[in-house]
């Protein structure tokens, strides 16, 4: 998938990747760029599902003001590890955890979601509300297995009832505006882990180089999530006018580039 030369290449990049995060997160304003981004993208996820994503944004801020009491890190460090996780990274924690094995699992859901979501005989609705009764039965068990309530986990999982249901059912559900953007969000995360393994998009001869393109490339693509969200908007009220649409047009044309 990332197109890397074997599995040298990979992991001699992966450790160059790994260094570059830790340039990227050390600066206060990119940690709150990037909660932001992620907290207005998810929202927008939400609200496309017709659901309110009060609650959501809430529980999502306190999983944010978790991380960033540095008291805590030694107990997430070892949560992390018990899961596969080795090291504390926006790739290995954000991308490789949360968003890569979050698509893994839609591409491959149980039995029970994939005989609902075919069954011709039930309605959207009824699909709907068993594909998020799925979820939070999956949800629920993985956390009868914590073993710190109150950690990174318990956080994570408050956050993921709200969002994992409406992902779930926006990619597994009909053609729709949030099923569009759903892959619309899955496609813009597999080119930015491309470009940061592609030696043409980024410059691997230092790690400061490597985390200035490697932060380029996070904005171009929030850019490009933003602008997508911003059309939906504006063909809703059917107001842009042709100047405006050729640009938003055009940068949403660049991300399949």
Known sequence: MLECLGDTDFLAKLHCVRQACQVILSEAGTRTFLAETGKKIL??????????PKRFEEVFEEMMDFLEQTDHWENTKL???????????FYDIVLDFILMDSFEDLE???ISIQNVVNNRWLNSSFK?????????SVLKQKKQHMKVPDGFIAHFYAVCEHVSPVLAWGFLGPKSSLHDFCSFFKDQVLFFLKDIFDLEK???TSTESLAED????LHRRSELLMAYLGAEALRHVNSCVSGQSHV??????EAHV
């Open 43 to 52: 929202s927008a996820i939400i609200v496309k599902a017709r659901k309110s």
């Open 79 to 89: 949560e992390l590890a018990t899961r596969g996780v080795k090291h504390l990274n």
């Open 108 to 110: 491959n859901p149980p």
């Open 128 to 136: 709907e509300t068993a594909v998020a009764s799925s979820c939070w």
């Open 202 to 204: 980024v410059r691997y």
């Open 214 to 217: 490697m932060l380029q490339l």
């Open 248 to 253: 938003v047009t055009s940068g949403l044309l």
